[in-house]
Every structure is written in structure tokens, then in C-alpha cells.
């Protein structure tokens, strides 16, 4: 059982830039492929960022590309979404979760979950 917890979420102004950070309270990332998805309030949940294991590949959401990156440190157990040039858009609740496949995946397909961190950017 893998637990996840994120932090790193706040209010930022336009233009600015957060960290959004994953680790896991229980358990290890060892062999997991991670997500990263945001859900506002009414609509679905979707894709923004995936990482493979151990790290070597990663996809984005058409959205977020060239201003969003994710990386993972292993040896922690964290994995990490730098989001620079944040847009009032990117208000909502970021999710991390993790896969049990080696490969990134922008679907849902994925196990565990964290409990989300809230990220408000302001215009």
C-alpha cells in the first residue's frame, strides 16, 4: 500500500511559479510510473504531467507544456511539477498518483492517489 501526500500548493499572481512536491508516507515510488492531474469544481479531472520509472520519459498535457516540468528523486521517494508562468487557468486542485507500470500514462489507470493540494493563481 502506498500512501501519497502533496504539498507546495498557495495563491500565486500570474506570471509567478509554485512547486508542487509528492512523497509518500507510506511505502515506496520503487518501480511506478506518476501522474500528476487537477480537478476544479464541476468539471472532470484531468491529465497534466506523467513521469515514468525511473524517470527517463515524460508527457504533458497540451495546456501546460513548455511551462510545466516534472521530476522524481528516488532515492526520497518524491516526485516534484515546477509550474512557471502560472495562468488564472491553472487554479485547481492538483492530485499526484502513482501507476504500477514502468510507463507514463495520461489516462486514469493509476492506483494510489493523494489527496490533492490546492493551487489558486490570481489575475
Known amino acids: 500500500q502506498v500512501q501519497l501526500v502533496e504539498s507546495g500548493g498557495g495563491l500565486v499572481q500570474a506570471g509567478g511559479s509554485l512547486r508542487l512536491s509528492c512523497a509518500t508516507s507510506r511505502g515506496t515510488f520503487s518501480g511506478y510510473a506518476m501522474g500528476w492531474f487537477r480537478q476544479t469544481p464541476g468539471k472532470e479531472r484531468e491529465f497534466v504531467a506523467t513521469?515514468?520509472?525511473?524517470?527517463?520519459?515524460?508527457d504533458y498535457a497540451d495546456s501546460v507544456k513548455g511551462r510545466f516540468s516534472t521530476s522524481r528523486d528516488n532515492a526520497k521517494s518524491i516526485v516534484y511539477l515546477q509550474m512557471n508562468s502560472l495562468k488564472p487557468e491553472d487554479t485547481a486542485v492538483y492530485y499526484c498518483a502513482a501507476r504500477m507500470s514502468r510507463l507514463p500514462s495520461r489516462t486514469g489507470d493509476y492506483k494510489y492517489w493523494g489527496q490533492g493540494t490546492q493551487v489558486t493563481v490570481s489575475s
Open positions: 513521469i515514468s520509472w525511473p524517470g527517463e520519459s515524460t
